[in-house]
Each structure stands twice: as structure tokens, then as C-alpha cells.
């Protein structure tokens, strides 16, 4: 044999059979490592959005146990007058997601503005309602609180520079209940029996094809001097 046939035959490369079945190897190696990474970090941004969810739904209730704690009580449905509220007026419902929190109206100085007429302060009002999945806050201010700090909230799209926008609290929201109990611990919906409330707020999103739901409750004391 030639040494130019030796040559030939020593630098012979792979035959398609060997390419097939070398990459079939590789794939079957491979394949499972892709899969399990794929999922790993799936699973590590599911976990991330779950706990962006447990995050909002807390800011949410303590929020809203703040105002509950240094308000009024809550109402069933709004005193102050709201020219952008549903034609009926806002009432206090877990089917229509609104809840309505009375909070004496303060002055700069974080002084009561007293009402010369009842001897007590006058009431602003807090709304919480829900549009679709994004769960907003609007504040309703006392036309006749001289001095007045806080101001009546808009929705965005007619908000201005004497009307801000309502606060968007999260996008991520699907639904807030609310149970409210008397004084012997039995739930009632007389709100002037009512001495404490229950809040459960559940949100929701999808990532990866996957729904992720995240549900919070706490249940505080309030007054209801409205």
C-alpha cells in the first residue's frame, strides 16, 4: 500500500451512520439537562412572582388597616359627593369589590377640622375599588373642611392638577372580601353592629403558562362613629 493510500485511509472522516448516531447520543445527553434548567429557572421566577404577590396583597392590607385604625368606621356607601362614581353611588359590597372607609379630615397641621354645626370633625372618605384586574384607591375630601390636606382623586383619564389620579395599589389583584363581625363575635351585615372586620385579598397573574395566586387575610377592631 502506498504511502499518499495510507494517508487516505489514516484522515477517513465520520460516516453519516456514525453522525447520526454520535448526535442522537448527544441529543438523548443534552436533552434532559436543557429540560431541568428550563424548569429550574421557571420555577425560580414563579417562586419570584409568588412572592412579588405576597408582597403586594401585605401592602394592600396594611394599607388598608392603617386607615381603618386611625378612621371613622366604614360606611355603606359614600356621603361625600364623587362625580366620577358608578350612577348609583358607591356601595359597600363584596360583589362590587368597593369598600368605603370614613377618616376625619385633617389640616396641615394634622389638626381636625372640626364641623361648627355637629362639634365633630368633618369626614373625608376612602374608596377601594376594583376594575378588572387592577385594584385602585380613591380618596373623596370634604368640600366643606376648610384647610383640608388631602384631595379628591380622579380616574387617570380625567385626572388634572386640582384632581390627581387615583392610586393604583396593583395590577396583579383578583379579589378583596370583607366580613364584618358585632361585638359577640357573629358576623352581621348591620355596619352599626360591626366592631371588627376581616379583610381577604387574593391576587393572581401568569407566568410560564402557569397561574399563580397568592392569598392574604387579616381581621382588625374598628369603630364606626359615622
Same mark, same amino acid.
Given at each position: 500500500m502506498s504511502a499518499n493510500t495510507k494517508r487516505c485511509a489514516s484522515e477517513r472522516g465520520f460516516t453519516l451512520p456514525e453522525i447520526v448516531v454520535t448526535v442522537t447520543l448527544v441529543g438523548l445527553l443534552i436533552g434532559p439537562v436543557i429540560v431541568g434548567t428550563f424548569f429550574f429557572y421557571s420555577s425560580m421566577i414563579v417562586s419570584g412572582q409568588q412572592t412579588q404577590?405576597? #408582597?403586594?396583597? %401585605?401592602s394592600i392590607l396594611h394599607a388598608t388597616v392603617?386607615?381603618?385604625r #386611625?378612621?371613622?368606621?366604614?360606611?355603606?356607601? +359614600?356621603? #361625600?359627593?364623587d362625580a366620577y362614581a358608578p350612577p348609583?353611588?358607591?356601595n359597600t359590597s363584596n360583589d362590587n369589590l368597593v369598600l368605603?372607609?370614613?377618616?376625619?379630615?385633617?389640616?396641615n397641621a394634622n389638626d381636625?377640622?372640626? +364641623?361648627?354645626?355637629?362639634?365633630?370633625?368633618? %369626614? +373625608?372618605?376612602?374608596?377601594y375599588y376594583a376594575s378588572? +384586574?387592577?385594584?385602585y384607591k380613591r380618596y373623596l375630601a370634604h368640600p366643606d373642611a376648610v384647610g383640608n390636606k388631602r384631595r379628591t382623586t380622579c380616574p387617570a383619564a380625567n385626572a388634572s392638577s386640582t384632581c390627581p389620579a387615583d392610586v393604583v395599589l396593583s395590577e396583579n389583584f383578583k379579589t378583596m372580601n370583607f366580613v364584618f363581625y358585632d361585638q359577640d363575635n357573629i358576623e352581621t351585615s348591620d355596619l352599626n353592629l360591626a366592631r371588627s372586620i376581616k379583610l381577604l385579598v387574593s391576587m393572581e397573574r401568569r407566568d410560564f403558562g402557569r397561574t399563580i395566586n397568592y392569598d392574604n387575610n387579616i381581621r382588625i377592631t374598628i369603630r364606626n362613629s359615622t
Open positions: 404577590l405576597a #408582597v403586594e396583597s %401585605q392603617e386607615e381603618l #386611625v378612621g371613622s368606621g366604614v360606611r355603606d356607601t +359614600n356621603l #361625600v359627593a348609583e353611588g358607591w368605603i372607609i370614613a377618616t376625619p379630615a385633617l389640616n381636625f377640622i372640626i +364641623n361648627p354645626l355637629t362639634g365633630e370633625p368633618y %369626614q +373625608n372618605e376612602i374608596i378588572e +384586574n387592577t385594584l
